[in-house]
């Protein structure tokens, strides 16, 4: 079974989404924040939608996610599953949860790259339990990779390479 960022074992369990209570505050950190914009420059990065590469999450089942960053700080995932390792097939479910993000810290990873400390609450569940997640994200250009864990109460030292998440064009463009 393939290790993939922990909100992918998360996300079966979702029975209903809402918006996390959470936005961005005065203490956001020295260099996220742009000389000539108020905006800060997590949004500017990531504003957009992110698609993963088709992977393998276990033995016949594949999925494509992605990451809608459209508010500051606030984003929604979307998993949908698939048959096939080419994610072309009807898909078997997909499923769309609502987040409150926030980039933190730089961390070094095991391979050595600097990554943002992202902090990430959800609701999961019939009882709508608040859970925080903590997560690393690596930007590059037009990709983005996260980390891999298997706790949701540490940040991960490495990442994963081998699921890519891609900018998406924006309509019209």
Not at 11 to 26: G, R
Not at 119 to 124: P, S, T
Not at 134 to 162: F, T, V
Request: a negative charge; glycine letters at 6%.
């Amino acid at each position: 079974m393939k290790a993939v960022w922990i909100a992918g074992g998360v996300l079966a369990s979702v029975v209903n989404a809402v918006l996390a209570d959470s936005v961005i505050s005065d203490g956001v950190p020295m260099g996220l924040l742009q000389a000539d914009q108020r905006q800060p420059i997590s949004q500017l990065v990531l504003g957009g939608q992110w698609v993963s590469n088709c992977y393998q999450l276990e033995l016949g089942q594949y999925q494509i996610r992605s990451y809608d960053f459209r508010f500051n700080q606030l984003a929604t995932i979307t998993t949908t599953s698939y048959p096939d390792q080419d994610c072309v097939q009807v898909p078997t479910g997909t499923v769309s949860i609502a987040v409150a993000w926030q980039l933190d810290h730089h961390l070094t990873t095991e391979e050595g790259m600097q990554a943002f400390a992202m902090d990430v609450q959800l609701r999961i569940g019939e009882s709508q339990e608040l859970v925080n997640v903590k997560q690393i994200l690596y930007y590059q250009q037009d990709h983005l990779y996260l980390g891999i864990s298997r706790a949701l109460n540490e940040y991960p030292h490495r990442l994963d390479w081998e699921i890519e998440y891609r900018r998406a064009k924006a309509s019209g463009a």
